[in-house]
């Protein structure tokens, strides 16, 4: 549509998305054990840990994970829940030899997210079905949320590299609301679904493979589209993994802005702010995704909550609008537009859209009426363009018209 009638994680190694299967090369390193995330907070040595706890026995397998205790801090903040929100490492591979859930890596996030005041969790995954095996996950911590003593519908998806294709199938899916934040680091993202309300930050490399970072791009602009809750952290000069094999104050950095958005989300006071004006944020959502209809019930739910008093009735009325046009409802799409128009919302174009759907109506004096308007604003000045407009097909032969669209 032309703009004359519409204005319209995981932190997980660089070896998991190479060439040599993910088994061989763990077997390889000897080092998976030990190594680091590059920012180290007090009080991480000490986290209660407890190891290889089962959470499922499936085919003669047994699957465990690791519960990292929070460390108890001041008095908590206003908004925050009794239980401890609850941060989960993907395992989206399935190594076994050593366990993913055992790596050095994971075991130091689980440290950071736990002296942030969260709980976390690493697990064991089958190679073959670690999306069952994270649904089962899920599910048995929720069920058993007494026993770990946490919030059972506090809880974020942290998923990076191999992993992040299942953390982020899960995370995104709007079946599973007890999901309230995610992290997706580095790596392909599944695009199976999108949560307009689910607060996702992207960790980007800027020096990773290609193939990755177009995916992790396409997936924020498919997201800012919709205009979805996102943050975007972008290093530049970092490479995959930045966490773990990158140990300069930007990776540090990065790191404890994770933590801080976790820390930040995974609380009531957060989640009850991110609901303010969420009637108005639908029917943006809507209208973006080209649900037409939608849109149109969304921003009647708008108008019901709030007063036309201000201008921000006139963009709901630019929403109905742009959705009625769609439809081919040019009669409502005039009222639509002229009611945004009247309300000093974008002016210039809704009175020029208002007179498009008129003329398409075969309203010829609400169309000329409304193209005197849209002039009159001065924001209209390409004569041209609107002498060629194909919606003003109806009144292009109107003396009114012709002396409309005559250079100045």
């Known amino acids: 549509m032309r703009w004359a009638c519409v204005s319209m994680v995981l932190v997980a190694c660089s070896i998991l998305i190479s060439a040599t299967p993910p088994m061989a090369q763990a077997q ?15 009080g991480m040595a000490s986290v209660q840990v407890d190891t290889g706890l089962v959470f499922r026995e499936i085919g003669g397998q047994i699957l465990k994970l690791d519960f990292f205790h929070p460390v108890a801090g001041e008095k908590p903040r206003k908004g925050a829940t009794r239980r401890s929100p609850l941060v989960i490492f993907v395992n989206g591979v399935g190594i076994t030899d050593p366990p993913l859930r055992r790596w050095g890596i994971y075991q130091s996030w689980g440290r950071l997210v736990a002296v942030s005041g969260m709980a976390a969790i690493t697990h064991d995954a089958r190679r073959d079905a670690p999306r069952e ?12 949320a007494d026993r770990y003593r946490i919030d059972p519908d506090q809880i974020a998806i942290w998923a990076c590299s191999a992993n992040l294709q299942h953390g982020s199938w899960y995370a995104l899916n709007p079946a599973n609301a007890h999901v309230k934040a995610a992290v997706f680091y580095y790596g392909n993202i599944d695009t199976t679904h999108l949560r307009t309300d689910l607060p996702v930050l992207v960790g980007r490399a800027g020096l990773d493979n290609v193939g990755i970072n177009a995916s992790m791009d396409g997936f924020v602009a498919r997201a800012l589209r919709r205009n979805a809750a996102l943050s975007v952290l972008n290093l530049p000069n970092g490479r995959h993994a930045f966490d773990l094999f990158d140990p300069e104050e930007t990776s540090r950095d990065a790191v404890r802005t994770t933590l801080a958005f976790l820390r930040t989300n995974l609380t009531s006071e957060m989640q009850e702010a991110r609901r303010a004006r969420d009637a108005q944020r639908r029917a943006v959502d809507r209208h973006a995704a080209r649900d037409w209809e939608g849109t149109v019930a969304a921003a009647t739910a708008w108008l019901e909550k709030e007063p036309e008093t201000g201008r921000t009735a006139g963009q709901a009325r630019q929403l109905m609008g742009d959705a009625f046009y769609n439809l081919r409802r040019y009669g409502d799409a005039g009222q639509a537009y002229e009611r945004a128009g009247e309300k000093g919302w974008n002016i210039g174009v809704s009175y020029y859209n208002a007179a498009c759907s008129w003329a398409l109506a075969g309203n010829r004096e609400r169309a000329l009426a409304n193209a005197e308007k849209a002039v009159g604003t001065g ?22 018209f012709r002396k409309l669209v005559e250079t100045p």
């Open 28 to 42: 390889a390193n000897p080092d998976l054990l030990t190594q680091r995330a590059v920012l180290e907070l007090p």
């Open 133 to 144: 095996d994270l649904e089962a996950l899920v599910s048995h911590l929720r069920k058993n």
């Open 379 to 400: 924001f209209v000045t390409d004569r041209r363009g609107m002498a060629n407009d194909p919606d003003f097909a109806a009144i292009k032969d109107d003396p009114r």
